[in-house]
């Protein structure tokens, strides 16, 4: 059966196939919707669907509220998800992308005995390293704009245009509560292989922080390190991708 999403679906499908042998799931990182994937498509072979999740107050989700606790999130996605996981499925984030794939992977496995058979975390640290969080959701926007400067991911033009910014900071600030507010529960790890990508020039994070996501898996586990700053994913596309595909041609 040909499962079609509405228009109010949280999940997108720019390319539809109707019967993929698989479905990559990929998740933005703060600020990010699924326009951020829109240039991955024709990359893909026919039979892995480029499934982009689209989380509120962003994109076509606009009109709804932005969650600022990934609990609520994570339940919330599961339910719109759920009509199309009738297929092997991976999960793809980056950054709080990463971070919300991985709860989501682990409320699908406790609550609907789902797991995805391949999870890649990309630009996030493991979820049990523990560090001092930098609040930096409730800043005044002048602090708060300079310390997205730091994180060199959003153009200096969207920066400067204040009618852009009034609509994103809401949006950033959210995203950014979600990961001061998050808590790691410790839980087992999954079966399936866990593949991450860290950016060499990315300051955010330390190699250490990567490889920790070795203890989440009790399959395979590999960590490739790209060139570029927090945001490789774009400035490393290609490689990125060619990663992506190869080590899930094994699953079709």
């Known amino acids: 059966m040909t499962l079609t999403p509405t228009i109010n679906s949280w999940i997108t499908f720019p390319k539809p196939n109707p019967s993929p042998s698989l479905r990559l799931f990929c998740f933005p990182y703060a600020g990010g919707s699924s326009y951020s ?47 199309f996981l009738n297929q092997p499925f991976a999960f793809f984030g980056h950054s709080m992308g990463g971070l919300i794939s991985f709860e989501l992977a682990r409320l699908l496995r406790r609550q609907y005995n789902l797991e995805p058979v391949h999870l890649f975390i990309s630009g996030r640290r493991a979820p049990q390293i523990n560090r001092s969080k930098t609040i930096i959701s409730n800043l005044p926007k002048a602090d708060l704009i300079r310390e997205l400067r730091l994180l060199n991911g959003t153009p200096e033009e969207v920066l400067n245009n204040d009618e852009l910014m009034e609509i994103l900071l809401p949006i950033l600030r959210a995203d950014f509560a979600i990961l001061e507010n998050y808590n ?42 790209l060139s570029g700053n927090h945001f490789f994913i774009h400035s490393s596309q290609s490689f990125l991708l060619q990663e992506l595909i190869q080590q899930l041609n094994v699953y079709y």
């Not at 893909?44 to 609520?72: A, M, W, Y």
């Not at 991450?196 to 960590?223: H, M, P």
């Open 184 to 225: 790691y529960t410790a839980d087992a790890p999954f079966n399936c292989p866990i593949s991450v990508f860290g950016g060499l020039q990315d300051r955010t994070i330390e190699l250490k922080e990567l490889e920790a996501w070795r203890e989440q898996t009790l399959n395979s586990f590999s960590l490739k390190m």
């Open 37 to 83: 994937f829109r240039s991955w498509i024709d990359y893909f072979p026919k039979n892995i669907e480029i499934c982009t999740v689209e989380l509120p107050g962003r994109g076509s989700q606009i009109q709804l509220i932005p969650f600022n606790r990934i609990e609520p999130l994570v339940k919330a996605i599961a339910l719109e998800i759920l009509p």
